[in-house]
């Protein structure tokens, strides 16, 4: 559909295994995603990918009175997106919390991403990425509130899980607030092995 746009969510080294922030099998959802990418540019539909981006002293660090430790610094490797992500180059980068006293979890929160939306005339996102409890779940949440339609990628989310039931709580947060669960199975061919 016209209409529709990818937004892949902070996939970022920082938060696949071996990060400063490393989410449980973040890196799990790299293959599913580029699936998704794959479907996406196949129908010429715009693909936006957010990364957290923070001041070496932003206020989310525990050092600075926050809850997380240091992460996705601005121009450090963790900071990049993980390496097998297959981000085209039309992708547009929507940098977030990219200021010291300001958090931002979701890629809609001081950012001019409704606003390229809109002009490129998307209603529906399909949102994937990282992580299910935090910026995945304020960028659909946001995205609803915004008057988008939100597609959740079920099959390309994970989560932090400070407590064990945060992703799972977080999902029904989102599909409450109006958000649809697909898996690439809904829309495209069944997931097969990545070539290399
Ligand atoms: C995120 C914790 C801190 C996220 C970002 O991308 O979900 N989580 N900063
Ligand atoms: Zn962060």
């Keep these: 559909m016209q209409s529709d746009a990818l937004v892949l969510v902070d996939v970022q080294k920082d938060f ?4 400063s922030l490393a989410v449980q099998s973040g890196d799990a959802v790299v293959p599913v995603l580029n699936g998704y990418v794959r479907l996406f540019m196949s ?11 923070h001041p070496h002293n932003h206020c989310s660090f525990t050092a600075y009175g926050g809850t ?9 490797e963790g900071a990049r997106f993980h390496p097998d992500l297959r981000l085209p180059g039309t992708a547009v ?3 977030k919390a990219t200021t010291p006293q300001e958090e931002a979890y979701s890629g809609f929160q001081g950012t001019d991403l409704a606003a390229m939306l809109r002009k490129l005339g998307v209603r529906r996102l399909f949102i994937g990425g990282l992580a299910t409890d935090y910026c995945v779940k304020n960028t ?3 995205a609803v509130h915004a008057g988008f339609t939100a597609v959740l990628l079920m099959d390309a989310i994970r989560g932090v899980n400070l407590d064990p039931q945060d992703s799972q709580r977080a999902i029904e947060q989102m599909l409450g607030a109006g958000a649809f669960g697909i898996t690439i199975e809904d829309i495209g061919q069944p997931a097969r092995a990545e070539q290399s």
Excluded: E, Y
Excluded at 16 to 19: K, L, M, N, V
Excluded at 43 to 53: C, E, G, M, N, Y
């Design 140 to 142: 659909v949440l946001d």
């Design 43 to 53: 129908k010429s539909l715009p693909v936006f990918a957010t990364r957290d981006w």
């Design 93 to 95: 980068i929507i940098s």
């Design 16 to 19: 696949c295994p071996g990060g």
């Design 68 to 76: 997380w430790p240091p992460h996705c610094v601005q121009n450090t």
